[in-house]
Structures are given as C-alpha cells and as structure tokens.
C-alpha cells in the first residue's frame, strides 16, 4: 500500500522559535529580577553602613524659637552630619539650639553636591524651620567644604540677614588653582571634591562678606588634607577686621576639628563674642 506523504502546516517553525523566545525572555525577567533584589540589598548595607560611621542616629529636636539664636551644622565634602554628632552633644549640653540638615546626595547620605546647589538647599530648609519656630538669629558652624557652601548661602541666599556668625573649621577660603591641583593628586575622592570646588575659583577671589555678619576661620598648621595656607581668609581693605578673624592652632587633623574638646571650646568663645557683638 502506497504511504501517503504527511502534510505540515506553513508556520511550525516559527511556533518553535517563539516559544523557545518566551522562555528566554521569562528567564531574562528573573534574572533582572534577581540582580535587583542583590543591588537593593547591597544598598541597604550600605546605607546602614555609613549610618553606624556616626556611631548612633541624629536625634530630632524642635527646641526653635524667637528668643534663641539657631546654630546651624554643615559638614564638609563626602560627610554626613552625623560627623557632628559629638560637637552637637556638647553644644545642646551647654544650652544651645542645634540644628544639622539631611541633604541629598550619593546613596542619600554623602554629600557630593555642587555648592551652589547644597547652597540652595539649604536655604529652602531654613526658611522652612525659621517660618515655623520663629527664629530670627542663625549662627553657622561649617567644616572644610561645608564652609564654602555656607559662604555662598550667606552672600546669595540670605537677603534677610538672619545670619550674624559664621565659623569655619578646616575651610580652604583661598580656592585657587594651585590647591585645586594639590587636591587631584589626593587620588580620587579628590578629584570629586576638584570637581565641585573648580566653579569657586573665581568667586573665592572676589567674596565680600556682609558687615552683620562676623566670620571666623578655625585651622591647623597640621591639617593634611587643607594646609593652613589656604584657610586663611582673605580681608578686604574696606572691611572692618573686627569682623573678619582668623585663628591657627597646631595638632589637629583635618578629622579632628570635629570631636576634639580644643576644637569645641575656640568655637564655644568665638560664639559667645559673635553673640555680644551681634547684640551691641
């Protein structure tokens, strides 16, 4: 008997291939899947990780009001203010009202931002605390790249003047384009610090700092990481000196500004003058 040839249908082949597609593609999405929940987790140990290099979470408080000065903390290039939290302590310990600001940055945490940009920032957090607690007086307390962020706020950012003293920790008042050059050859962490501090080479040359305000450069002939040279801040012919003060210690490190009880107490003095200056 005669076999009669089978007939296939036109379209088997792609069936197969789109089949064997879907199946691909099912594997690709849990693959992806799989990839997230690692790097979600990975974030997350880190977040927790950069938190316990502050040795405990920043309390909150709300202790603003009219008849307080409200002292303002801003920690410097890749930091988070937890850095302050030991000078905080002994600050609210002596009876001030402190206040440190959650900024964003890498990982929600560093601080890597433009200053400019942290600038602005931290304008619209203030004006927010000063509207509902109103405070009227602010005094600011910066280490390293934290004190140029906060001389920028000062001088295009605070047009009502709440700002009567600034003190600055380890600040490199003088960027120029020698330090800008000695601190990309710091390897990689400072060439993102050069990037963010290139803009300010010009403007550091021409600040003028307002009369209300009394600012105060705090550094150390040992700091590696910011010579004193570039600290010192520069005083302009037609500014009064009494406002303008610069204040060299020895044995501190860039680091140690923030938790040495030699650092605290020139910043305790310097506030109590801003205050009897202020009030004068």
Known sequence: MPSVPMRIEGGGGESVRDGKAGVEGVRMQEMWSRVRR??????????????AMGAGDIERHDDFGPEKRLILLI??????????????????????????????????????GRVSTLARMIHEKLERI????????????????????ARYYINEFDERRRVDALITLATPHRVNLRYLLSTALKGIWGLGNLATLLPLVHEAAN?????????????????????????????????????????????????????KKQVYEIVRRELHAGHSLSVV
């Open 75 to 112: 920690p410097g290039f890749g930091a988070t203010r937890r850095v302050f939290r030991i000078m905080e302590k002994r600050m609210r310990k002596d009876g001030f009202s402190v206040v440190s600001l959650r900024l964003p940055g890498l990982l929600y945490e560093l601080h890597l």
């Open 207 to 259: 600040t003028l700092y307002p009369r209300s305000v009394r600012v105060v450069s705090i550094y150390s002939r040992d700091d590696r990481i910011c010579p004193s040279e570039f600290c010192e801040i520069p005083v302009p012919k037609d500014q009064e000196s009494i406002h303008l003060k610069n204040i060299e210690i020895t044995g501190i490190s860039h680091t140690g500004f923030l938790f």
């Open 38 to 51: 690692r790097c979600l987790r990975f974030h997350q140990r880190v977040r927790r990780g950069i938190a």
């Open 130 to 149: 000063c509207e509902r607690y109103g405070v009227e007086r602010i005094s600011i307390i910066a280490h390293s790249k934290g004190g140029l962020v």
